[in-house]
């Protein structure tokens, strides 16, 4: 049998296989260390620098392993391509016939009894609804899988989704009418059939939050994980190992139970009565909190009497609700699973109401719509280091961004990983000849009133230089706005700025137009893929630091800091850092990119820690003048060929 060096070689069938393959010495190292770890049943943290082919590299082992493995990624778009085309590539280039499967969460499968449930209700708000569950009602007589996905015609968040789809909530279980048809019992009879099931974090943490309950195990059998993006792995955690409860939550329960009133109990008119006191309850909480984007800890919001007031209105109301549910939920499955509900969500209620436990920060945050009442852990190191060493299984990290000048110390303590084995694989790409990294002198503050404005103005010349081609990351929307206002008008590039549109159709167009600046924050700082000229300079306005009025965060340093540590050197510049690599890591995505990275904030020359974001970003050439970022983009048509054929390895 072939090495997984030989397989990702020269001689190897990647390169028969695979168009565009080119080997990379990182890739195969990383292939057998994870070969290794599978072998010996081990953990092993691997940071795999942009262009390494990463996927590739776990997914040769993984399926050479001949053992049952889960491959965790960090969301379902990743999930998607690993699944759809990835490990296609692989088995063909293998010549195995390994058995995969594909799983998500449940709300993301077509429900038949909520489809058929809704078929006859007046719960649709508008003919757009109308129209999208007619043409959902046609789907559902061809799709074999159920995944919405299928479905692009959609959009992701429009309402007529919960009304076809289930939650752990609202599902029957084995109750259900339709149980031997479901989307998502199908779904999971195939993963535990599998050989290699690709999920998501949220699902990986969501079954295991449904093991520590009692429940029985969505894959089992496993013997080992995978996860890709772990960088994303401490945020979700802390999120499943909490308590929360949405304001979403509550209207759905009110709905469903309006919806069961009207086809099991079509005599009791005052439980529709009290579901919709229910819902308007809610509603005027969501007004009393304000504005959107709020995450404040509950201790601040629960001083305001009429915030107390309006609470105590929605305990009520769904205190009412409950007493009629118990009356009538004998009469029907939909009415005994709203009651069931019910109290689930009541006690969520009180303890996300009560005094915050040991160790935990209790929170609200704020939408456009709704709101969270959160109780998150400020420490989950402990409960992860349980499940990971409980038990003789393989475990593998690996991203693009897990160490912070080299080492891996963070990412480790945060996850409780004290026995790892641990791996930094730098990027192939040749930084030195192909990137220039800017630091603009002159700037002010960045926590100055001008501050924007001058950061502007400084990029201008930049942005020119570039022809465009370029994207603006914030780490505000506030930023995000004051920045596409600035630039409209005064340069003759296209300016698109997220929110404008769907993330996919806003790329799509940035690589379209080929001269564009698209201003975004968040989201676009990781996960997108922009290969060519059309993204050739990446401007980052400020250090990526977390807000410090953050409630999570702020419970946290002050943790940190009775525990005798120093919160910014522990936690808050570590973070920072990884993000700043994220957003650093879109500029370079092929061989044959050539761009320019432009780091704005002046702390990074000024402040001591400035050292050590530059030392983690790779070995650019670095220019504080502008007329060296002119020259460097005045060359570039020679340096660059018109086209670029290559299809990196994954």
Known sequence: MMLCRDILGDNGPFMRHVPGFIPRTQQQEMAVAVADCLEDNAVLIAEAGTGTGKTYAYLVPALMSGKKLIISTGTRNLQDQLFLRDLPMVRQALAVSTRTALLKGRSNYLCLHRLQHHEHQASLGSRQQV????????WAQTTHSGDIAELTGIAEHSPVWPLVTSTSDNCLGKDCPVLGDCHVMQARRLAQEAEVVVINHHLYFADMALRDDGFAELLPGAHGVIFDEAHLLPEVAADFFGISLGSGQLLELAGDAITAQLSEAPDTPQLSQYANRLQTTVSDLRLNLGETGQRAPYS????????CAKLSALKDALQELGAALEQVAERGKALEQCRNRW??????????????PDNHVHWLETHKRNFVLRLTPLDIGDIFHEHIYAGTHSWVFTSATLAVKGG????????GLDKARTHCWNSPFDYHTQTLLYLPAGLPDPSSVGYNRALIEAMLPVLQA???RAFILTTSHRALQEYAALLQGVLDFPVLVQGDMPRAQLLARFAALGNAILVGTSSFWEGVDVRGEALSCVIIDRLP????????????IERIRRQGGNPFRDYQLPQAVIELKQGAGRLIRDVHDRGVLVLCDPRLQGRSYGSIFLKSLPPMPLTRR???VQAFFAAEQKAMPATSLENPAR
């Open 300 to 307: 601040d919001v629960s001083r305001s009497t009429a915030f």
């Open 408 to 415: 891996f110390e963070h990412f480790t303590r945060t996850l």
């Open 545 to 556: 630091f977390a807000s410090p009025g953050d409630p999570v965060l702020s419970a946290r």
């Open 343 to 356: 109290q689930v969500l009541r006690e969520r209620l009180e303890t996300l109401t009560a005094p915050s």
């Open 466 to 468: 570039s022809r465009g």
């Open 131 to 138: 129209r999208e569950f007619q043409l959902i009602r046609r």
């Open 626 to 628: 502008l007329p060296e």
